[in-house]
């Protein structure tokens, strides 16, 4: 089955820099590759996703990258907020078949005021 | 309100007592799933259901049950609950068409003691 890696687990930034989380996927058949987020307490949110025929999203100060050579896809987020703070999940999954998601394990980023 | 909703929120029961975790969602989707996360292991999934009467196992759906006979509800079956069970519970719905967008409900926090 598929199998989601996802880095850093924590990563920590100062307010205004950019924040730069990374996932790889194993099964090459996965096109579609959403980015939750989710607030202490809260449910998981979708931020942006991307499909396997686009290589770059962006949405605002958020952005997700998708190498399907290298099966990795990235979040980028420039001018980071203290709202920005949360953990962010990135998730694989075969659109055609749509039903098994993948998730990552998370990454909590803290963004210092 | 679009909304998936879980009920109960928080539940503290002892090993082997049976119980369900309601799930319902008023959008019309087709498709259900429901996810169990623990800290450091992102959200995995249990099982998941494409339409009424239509369920398939996720990545971990060993010591659950789950049923489909309406659209809106998906609960999840606990027949003899377990430790290892105690977790943050997670309902989420999208279409199966279009935008493959997850709904998730607030949660479900299970301490099975």
């Known amino acids: 089955g598929e199998n989601v890696e996802q880095h850093p687990s924590t990563l920590s930034v100062q307010e205004g820099d950019s924040a730069v989380i990374k996932c790889t996927y194993s099964d090459s058949a996965s096109n579609y590759f959403p980015w939750y987020k989710q607030e202490l307490g809260k449910r998981p949110q979708l931020i942006i996703d991307i499909r396997s025929n686009v290589g770059e999203k962006k949405d605002q100060r958020i952005a997700v990258t998708l190498n399907k050579t290298a099966k990795h896809f990235s979040l980028h987020i420039t001018e980071t907020q203290p709202e920005d703070s949360a953990v962010y999940f990135c998730?694989?999954?075969?659109?055609?078949?749509?039903?098994?998601?993948?998730f990552g394990d998370g990454t909590t980023l803290t963004v210092k005021p | 309100e679009a909304q998936v909703t879980q009920n109960p929120r928080y539940l503290i029961t002892v090993t082997g007592k049976k119980l369900t975790v309601t799930c319902s969602q008023n959008m019309n989707h087709e498709y259900m799933s429901w996810y169990r996360q623990d800290p450091g292991l992102g959200l995995r999934q249990i099982y998941y259901s494409m339409n009424v009467e239509v369920t398939d196992k996720g990545d971990v759906p060993e010591g659950y049950k789950v049923s489909r006979k309406e659209k809106r509800n998906f609960p999840l079956i606990l027949e003899s609950p377990s430790p290892n069970q105690t977790s943050l519970y997670f309902c989420?719905?999208?279409?199966?068409?279009?935008?493959?967008?997850?709904?998730f409900g607030p949660g479900t926090r299970l301490l099975v003691l």
């Open positions: 989420a719905s999208r279409t199966i068409q279009g935008k493959k967008t997850q709904y």
């Open positions: 998730a694989a999954s075969i659109d055609t078949n749509a039903g098994k998601s993948t």
